[in-house]
């Protein structure tokens, strides 16, 4: 299933034929710069604080209905430097978004704070983003180009490092493929002379490989994804 926390969407990982899918989303854009802009509503900072966001000029997001209630919110309503994930209903009278679970950082004021919208049917507009709906038991896949009956539909609910290595010397990881885990494929602490050779690592939902406090350390002939 999904759910929201005040740091990440959890949901499956999903991928087609290796290609990863995307939760539906609006705006379709990685760049804060191409979010909604909103203004915050009776703006209190702190946790444990549900967010008002008023969005007078927007017209998409408030002509959709279908599970409005599912949507999961997120955007930079606090602070420059910290986003926030959270649930809330559409008030289309006063275009308004209520949020109905809390934030760390809660809201400030100010008059632009980006936002953007996940998990939405009326959102699945491009090739490659997804939404399940919860009423129906229904998945539905905007597919890529070239996708048939013949590809293959891969989903991961792990959310687990693949390989964590802690004060560990001398590995060798060589021809191997990692993919699709919520966590990172490999996790380095305090290691050292470690290599990894010709190896792909795809549709993570964290860093493919994090390594801290390890010395030398060599990434080569290597795809990450």
């Known amino acids: 299933g999904i759910f929201d926390s005040s740091f990440q969407i959890n949901a499956p990982l999903m991928s087609i034929d290796n290609q990863a ?3 539906s989303r609006y705006p379709n854009s990685d760049s804060s710069e191409d979010w909604l802009i909103g203004q915050p509503v009776d703006p209190k900072g702190g946790n444990n604080t549900m967010p008002t966001i008023s969005l007078p000029n927007e017209e998409k997001l408030f002509n959709m209905s279908y599970r409005t209630e599912d949507f999961i919110y997120h955007g930079y309503i606090a602070w420059g ?3 926030s994930f959270f649930k809330g209903t559409l008030n289309k009278d006063a ?3 209520n949020g109905t679970t809390t934030t760390y950082y809660g809201i400030t004021a100010g008059q632009k704070k980006p936002v953007h ?3 939405s049917f009326e959102a699945i507009d491009q090739p490659g983003e ?3 709906d919860k009423s129906s038991d229904m998945l539905y896949i905007y597919p890529f180009e070239g996708t048939t009956t013949d590809s ?3 989903v991961s609910n792990s959310a687990f490092d693949m390989i964590s290595a802690n004060g560990t010397n001398n590995l060798n990881f060589e021809g191997i493929r990692f993919t699709s885990s919520a966590r990172r494929g490999i996790k380095l602490d305090n290691t ?5 050779n010709n190896c792909i690592f795809n549709n993570f939902g964290s860093t493919a490989v994090y390594a801290d406090n390890s010395t030398n350390f060599t990434i ?3 795809d990450l994804y």
């Open 95 to 97: 275009k308004t978004i």
């Open 220 to 222: 080569k002939n290597s």
């Open 130 to 132: 997804w939404y399940y």
């Open 81 to 83: 430097w910290a986003s």
């Open 117 to 119: 919208m996940f998990n």
């Open 21 to 23: 899918l995307n939760l």
């Open 192 to 196: 050292n002379n470690v290599t990894i």
């Open 152 to 154: 293959k539909l891969y």
